[in-house]
């Protein structure tokens, strides 16, 4: 394992850090210029930005997919490289926007099973995992239905459970909410804010993001713009406007209650 | 949704050859199938006793004979073929009902159509009596290549929502006044296959991006084991070892 490089000043590495980030695609198009952010241990925090400014690519950084041309990626303090590929895979977990991708196996206990039991669990433990990991998201008892045959927000459930049977250091999530109608909505929020572990969400929904990250990040033209409370963030005017960010009418952060 | 369509060949039941575990009953049929095409076309009587004992392991797994004899309608357009042979085939003719028939060609149909049914007639137990599912898991059990274990998994999985795709695509044609009536439109319909293709190759890409950030590194982990007992091998094995005995009887006779 190489020597945590930061352990010096902090006693828990943090869940992510992202230093000088730059890629460009192989037809030419610069898509990262230099990202710079750390995510300490079992934060909530919302990664925002319009459409092309980088998000998904910025995301499949974070598990070794794409490969950086210039700058690191460490994840608890383990850097991502060709290396440590298979053990990043396991502490980064990828929750992609539409759960019929992410749900490729016959059968919904079976697909939960997939990441553990590529890392090389079997029998009854790998059994417990995806049992546990089926109960966090509340759907404990579905384990034998296709995944065709639930209802959309369930298929979004079972796919972050997919990843949290993986035990992951750090869950990544591509627009959690979209299309999702308002009760499955607020039950996927119910049950990421009761996870114990890092999330980063990457979303265009301003309110999902005030409502369960307490900070924000804002990529903007493959640079990170700004970085802070999400409701200073959304409460600034200029900062949204010059980022192509708007709110939904009638939405105000200000008058937004803080969750106690 | 596409509720039970990939399973309308199984008939779901807990008898004795439905908890049989697959990969036993996948090598049962095979071996039956090996020893039925092995046996002499003229040993008829031979082909009476198969149909016999399949018709036994039918009523041990309880499938009504009729839900057997409809999904066997599958096999007609290779009857078809069989039919054609007395007639069409070379060689000395023989006199039935007022017609001259080839002997050769029909000893040639009987053969077709006797050993053909039997197949076809023992696939279908199999896939009555297991879920396409475990099916798959027999397979993988018994070393298929694991490549095509996957095709079939995700066939299994992605049937459905390509059908659903599609179904969505010809409502929002028809919902533009479209209907397809004779070759001039036929360049409508390959548009719409060709979308539906690019479609399903890039969520191929997307599921595979999934898969890879779950750790896969090409071949799907063993996440149900399945295991046969000796006894269970044994009652599998039942059948094809009486279609053997039935079969060198054919030899020696």
Redesign the interface.
Known sequence: MDPVTDSATTAVPASLKVAGLAFAYPDGHQALFGVDFRVERGERVALLGPNGAGKTTLV?HL?G?LTPGAGTVTVAGLPVGARNM?EI??R???V?Q?P????????V??DV???P???GL??AE?EARVERALALVGMAGSGNR????LSFGQRRRVAVA??LA?EPEILVLDEPSSNLDPASRRELADILRSLDVTVLMVTHDLPYALELCPRSLILSDGVIAADGPTAGLLGDGELMRAHRLELPFGFDPRTVAPRP | MGAGHAHRLHRPGTSRVHTLPPHTKLAAVLAFVVVVVSTPREAMWAFGLYAVLLAAVAGVARVPPGFLLRRLLIEVPFVAFAVLMPFVAQGPRTEVLGLSLSVSGLWGAWNVLAKGTLGVAASVLLAATTPLRDLLLGLQRLRLPSLLVQIATFMIRYGDLITDEMRRMRIARASRGFEARGVRHWGVLAASAGALFIRSYERGERVHLAMVSRGYTGSLPVIDEVTASRAQWSRALALPVAALAVCLLGWTL
Not at chain 1, 146 to 149: K, L, Q, T
């Open positions: 499949l598990n997919i298979a895979r396991r980064v977990g990828i992609f539409d019929d991708d992410q749900l490729f196996m016959p059968t206990r079976e099973a997939f990441g039991a590529a890392a079997r029998g790998l296709p995944p065709h045959h997919t990843v993986m």
